[in-house]
C-alpha cells in the first residue's frame, strides 16, 4: 500500500517545499509550519491532479484547476486578493481597481506564478517524472481521494484561524470567488480528447528548460522590481509572460516528439528559478542571516537531488503515450 501511494504522499509535502521554502518565503526554521501547509499546498495539489487524471483533463485540466486553487487560497483562506494592506504592503496605491477592490498586480502576480505554477503545477510534473510508468494514472483510491479532500478543508481551516490579522471582505466578494473558482474547476475537468497535430517536430528538453528559465527570469525579476517601477508595467509584464509562455506551450505539445521530457523541463525550469530565487528573498518571518543562508543552500542542493533523479528516471524509462 505505501508503494502504491508513495508518489500522493511525495506530492503533499513537496508542494508546500517548493511553493515556500524553496522560494525563501519561509526559513528553514519553520519547517514545523508544514503541520498546516502540507494539508493545504499538499491537499490541494493532490485534489487537483487526482481529479483531473481521472477525468482525462490532460494538463490544460490541472492548469485551470491550480488557478482554481490559487483563487480559493487567496480569496478565501488568506482573503489576501481584497485585503489593501496584506503582508503590510500598500496594495491600495499599486494597480487598485476601484470597484473590484483588488491590486491588478497582485492578483496577476500571486495566482499564476506564485500559485498555479510554483504551488501546484511544477510538483505535480515533477513528481510524475519520478514514476513516468504512472504519470497518467490516479495514484489514490476514492477513500484517498476523500482524504485529500479532508485534510485540504483542515489546512485552510488552520491557515484561516493561526491569521494573526484577518481581513474580512463582503459577503459578495467572497461569493464572487466561489462562483469563478467553480467556473474554473467545470472548465478544468471537461474530457479532453488528442489535440489537433501542428506541422514541424518539437524542440528537445533542453531548449524547453532554457525557455522555462528565462521565463521564470523575467517574471520573478519584474516581481523583485516591485514598488520601484510603475505598478501596471508589471502587471502587462505578467500578462505576458502568461500569455507567451501558454501560446507556445500549447504550440510546442501539438508537434510530434513532444512527451513527458519536455513536461519535465518546463517544471525544473520552475524549481530552479525558485531554488535562485529564494536566496535574495527576504523571509516572511525573522531569520538569523546565516540560518537563512544554509537553509536555501539546503533546500537548493536537495531540489537539484530530485531534479537529478527525475531525470534519470525519465531516460530510463520514457512512456508511449503523450504527456
Known amino acids: 500500500m505505501v508503494k502504491r501511494i508513495a508518489p500522493a504522499l511525495g506530492l503533499f509535502f513537496l508542494s508546500p517545499l517548493i511553493g515556500e521554502f524553496l522560494l525563501g518565503n519561509l526559513p ?5 509550519a508544514l503541520i498546516t501547509l502540507a494539508p493545504l499546498y499538499g491537499g490541494g495539489a493532490l485534489l487537483v491532479r487526482e481529479l483531473a487524471r481521472r477525468r482525462g483533463a490532460g494538463w490544460p485540466g490541472i492548469v485551470l484547476l491550480a488557478v482554481a486553487y490559487g483563487l480559493v487560497e487567496e480569496g478565501l483562506v488568506t482573503r489576501s486578493l481584497f485585503n489593501p494592506g496584506y503582508a503590510g504592503m500598500d496594495l491600495a496605491s499599486y494597480a487598485w481597481i476601484p470597484g473590484l477592490e483588488v491590486s491588478a498586480w497582485w492578483v496577476t502576480f500571486v495566482l499564476g506564478g506564485v500559485h498555479a505554477v510554483g504551488s501546484i503545477c511544477v510538483p505535480i510534473a515533477v513528481m510524475e517524472a519520478l514514476v513516468p510508468a504512472r504519470a497518467s494514472e490516479p495514484w489514490l483510491r476514492l ?18 484561524l493561526f491569521d494573526p490579522a484577518p481581513y474580512q471582505p463582503s459577503v459578495a466578494r467572497l461569493a464572487g470567488v466561489v462562483a469563478l473558482a467553480g467556473l474554473l474547476v467545470v472548465l478544468g475537468l471537461r474530457r479532453r480528447g488528442p489535440a489537433a497535430a501542428s506541422p514541424g517536430r518539437a524542440p528537445g528538453p533542453w531548449p524547453v528548460l532554457g525557455f522555462s528559465l528565462v521565463a521564470g527570469a523575467v517574471f520573478w525579476g519584474a516581481a523583485m522590481a516591485a514598488w520601484t517601477v510603475a505598478a501596471w508595467l508589471l502587471v502587462a509584464v505578467n500578462v505576458a509572460v502568461y500569455a507567451v509562455v501558454c501560446a507556445q506551450v500549447a504550440r510546442w505539445s501539438r508537434r510530434e516528439g513532444w512527451g513527458r521530457a519536455q513536461v519535465f523541463a518546463l517544471a525544473a525550469g520552475g524549481v530552479l528559478t525558485y531554488a535562485w530565487h529564494g536566496f535574495p528573498q527576504p523571509p516572511a518571518v525573522p531569520a538569523d542571516p546565516a540560518v537563512d543562508l544554509a537553509g536555501n543552500t539546503a533546500f537548493a542542493l536537495a531540489a537539484l537531488a530530485l531534479l537529478a533523479v527525475a531525470a534519470a528516471r525519465l531516460r530510463s524509462r520514457e512512456p508511449a503515450a503523450p504527456a
Open 28 to 32: 528553514v526554521t519553520m519547517l514545523v
Open 143 to 160: 477513500p484517498g481521494l476523500v482524504t485529500a479532500g479532508v485534510l485540504f478543508l483542515l489546512g485552510a481551516a488552520a491557515s484561516a
